[in-house]
């Protein structure tokens, strides 16, 4: 029996190609709640960074890549922050090997500099281009859970040999994000699911992204989108469609959260 679902965000709920949650999904889920079952955001956003997912009645959020793990009401359950001396080591490398970063916050997400490839990510997501700051005076407010590493693959792994506290997942191509190393959306399920009394035997988790692959593997069902990369899709108990062709729906519907055309 499933009592909760967990659900990325970008790729899984709303869609790349026209930036909107499917009217599909926000019925199916509406549905699934309406039966009971619990839903949760489980993204590398930050939690005020979910407006499109209004018409979603969802329960709470496991919020950058689990590292923040917020009730709906906007109780903090859980909060793991970067440590400074990490985020210091950071900065440097970031001016050594010429990469931008940022730091996702509750009020946005703001970088050291602005380049094309920030651009680049922004058009993406459908995100205003980020304001270029001071990292270090935001950094000394004490509560930054993400940093943002706008570098390939390839220079990503030379990076993090540099930075042992901490671990790097991602969705994208061309950019990282980099929380506390041990942290990740397998983390916040399991903690959100302790608060409300569920076993993970009884969560379903949806993804697409690389950052999923820890939650699609925790949870009694893990569902990966059509659209997911090669890490998801293998990741995954089950396959569902893509995010533009009803894969939220069809993949309640198989499990019998939801019931299917034709049922009584």
């Not at 019925?27 to 005020?48: K, Q, W």
């Not at 922004?122 to 270029?132: E, K």
């Amino acid at each position: 029996m499933i009592r909760a679902l967990f659900l990325d965000v970008d790729g899984t709920l709303i869609s790349f190609r026209t930036h909107e949650v499917p009217a599909s999904a926000v019925e199916a889920l509406r549905r699934a709640h309406d039966g009971g079952v619990r839903l949760f955001i489980a993204t590398g956003r930050a939690v005020t960074d979910l407006e499109p997912l209004a018409p979603i009645p969802y329960d709470g959020v496991v919020a950058l890549n689990g590292c923040e793990c917020v009730m709906n009401d906007g109780e903090v359950v859980t909060r793991h922050p970067i440590p400074r001396q990490a985020f210091e080591r950071a900065m440097e490398l970031s001016e050594a090997w010429d990469f931008p970063m940022a730091l996702e916050l509750n009020e946005g997400i703001f970088v050291n500099r602005v380049t094309p490839v920030v651009e680049e990510l922004s058009r993406l997501i459908a995100h205003p281009v980020p304001q270029a700051v001071d990292l270090r005076r935001l950094f000394d407010r004490g509560d930054c859970c993400q940093m943002c590493f706008y570098i390939d693959p390839e220079l990503e792994k030379r990076v993090m040999e540099q930075l042992p506290s901490l671990s790097a997942s991602r969705w994208c191509p061309i950019f990282a994000d980099v929380n506390l190393r041990g942290i990740d959306k397998a983390t916040g399920v399991t903690e959100l699911s302790e608060r409300f009394g569920f076993a993970l035997s009884e969560v379903m988790t949806f993804g697409d992204g690389g950052n999923d692959v820890p939650m699609l593997r925790a949870a009694g069902i893990g569902v990966a989108m059509g659209n997911g990369c090669a890490e998801a899709l293998e990741a995954a108990d089950w396959v569902t469609a893509s995010v533009d062709d009803d894969g939220i729906r069809r993949a309640l519907e198989h499990f019998g959260v939801i019931d299917g055309p034709g049922a009584e």
